[in-house]
């Protein structure tokens, strides 16, 4: 990370994090507490979680009905997201430094373009503690309005950063990066297939009422959650060597 000043002589380091460990821990949490969440919801409250207005066969709980209405699932993915919340939020502001040292003078539209990618950021993580705390059934019309705020800040957040990581790679590319474009594009084409295949067979089981296409819609949206978590693991591949440090500096008497 950034050096520290010259006037700091050395550093007593007490908790040295590597951001690659803080990553992992922060993707695992939502992820295992959602598998966790629709395992639960299978085993313990299958006839309710996979119940449809019409009736028809359904073998998986959509992710409202995994998450959000039943105990102790709702518990296990509230934990889940309060706890992976706080790393979340230091994402966007080593992003935004990140975007800004690509270039000695950064043009206009550039500065605007990652500073809006950052702000889509955080507006996404905070839409998705709400909708996770104020259900459906407590406040619909907040429910939703945090429900399309986090989807619509997530396809755009993800398709920005492929822009800008291309935009502002170093020429020619080196492998890390390379490596950290090619998976976010393949992650963002994955996402926003599934999110549009879930759109698909989400009107056509209230359409038809056809046996398993709810099956589908909930496969689907696995999928997004599964390949949105992905997507931002790859963090780890833009700041490889990256690590937290607590600790306490002093002042060197020579400066």
């Known amino acids: ?9 050395h550093a007593s380091s007490l908790v040295k994090l590597h951001f690659r460990s803080i990553v992992i821990v922060t993707c695992a949490l ?7 969440c629709v395992v639960i919801a299978l085993w313990i409250h299958f006839e309710k979680s996979t ?8 073998y998986l709980p959509s992710i409202s009905a995994a998450i959000g209405g039943l105990t102790p699932e709702r518990y296990i993915w509230r934990v889940g997201i309060a706890m992976h919340t706080a790393p979340r939020y230091l994402i966007p502001p080593m992003y935004y430094n990140f975007y800004k040292s690509r270039g000695a003078t950064p043009a206009g539209w550039y500065q605007l373009l990652y500073l809006l990618t950052c702000l889509l950021n955080i ?3 905070s839409s998705l503690v709400l909708l996770t705390y104020i259900s459906s059934t407590e406040n619909h019309g907040i429910h939703e309005a945090c429900f399309i705020s986090f989807v619509v800040c997530s396809e755009v957040y993800m398709f920005l950063t492929c822009v800008l990581l291309r935009w502002s790679a170093y ?11 090619w998976w976010k594009i393949v992650l963002f084409l994955a996402n926003v297939s599934s999110f549009l295949t879930s759109v698909y067979f989400f009107f056509r089981h209230n359409w038809y009422c056809e046996p398993g296409v709810y099956t589908m819609f909930a496969l689907c949206e696995y999928m997004v959650v599964v390949t949105n978590i992905a997507f931002h693991y790859t963090a780890v591949l833009d700041f490889p060597t990256f690590s937290f440090i607590v600790g306490s500096a002093t002042e060197s008497k020579n400066s």
Do not use: G, I, Y
């Open 1 to 9: 990370m950034d050096r520290l000043p010259s006037k700091v002589s």
């Open 51 to 58: 119940a449809t207005h019409c009736k028809v066969v359904n």
């Open 30 to 36: 939502p992820l295992f507490s959602f598998l966790f």
């Open 171 to 181: 020429k020619p590319m080196s492998e890390q990066e390379q490596q950290s474009l």
């Open 123 to 125: 507006v996404e993580v």
